[in-house]
């Protein structure tokens, strides 16, 4: 199962588009869990559920570096959410582009 975890300032908003993402997951029958979680419990979720991806929501694309820099160990992507695709709750287009950037990295 590939872990997708979403990261905001309280995971409000994100768990929506999480929720959307999931949904489309199933209907395709994919092997994923997608959650939400707020960006100050990163560390915790990161050595407690070991995630095979972590997306920031738009409202904290400023913390990319720095996120990028928190989960270097763990070798894994981290991507930011597009605002337009995050403004209309678009969990299938979110769900594709983070695909594409699970495979990207793995090349």
Do not use: W
């Not at 959307?20 to 100050?40: C, F, S, T, W």
């Not at 559920?49 to 720095?66: A, T, Y």
């Amino acid at each position: 199962m590939k872990k997708i975890y979403l990261f905001c300032d309280n995971a409000m908003s994100t768990s929506m588009i999480a929720k959307k993402m999931q949904d489309v997951g199933d209907k395709h029958n994919l092997d994923i869990e997608v959650k939400a979680y707020p960006v100050r419990n990163l560390e915790k979720i990161l050595e407690e559920k070991n995630p095979h991806c972590v997306l920031l929501g738009p409202q904290v694309r400023h913390l990319l570096e720095d996120t990028k820099n928190r989960v270097k160990d763990y070798d894994i992507p981290v991507g930011v959410i597009d605002s337009v695709d995050y403004g209309m709750m678009d969990g299938e287009k979110v769900l594709k582009k983070t695909i594409l950037l699970m495979k990207k990295y793995k090349k």
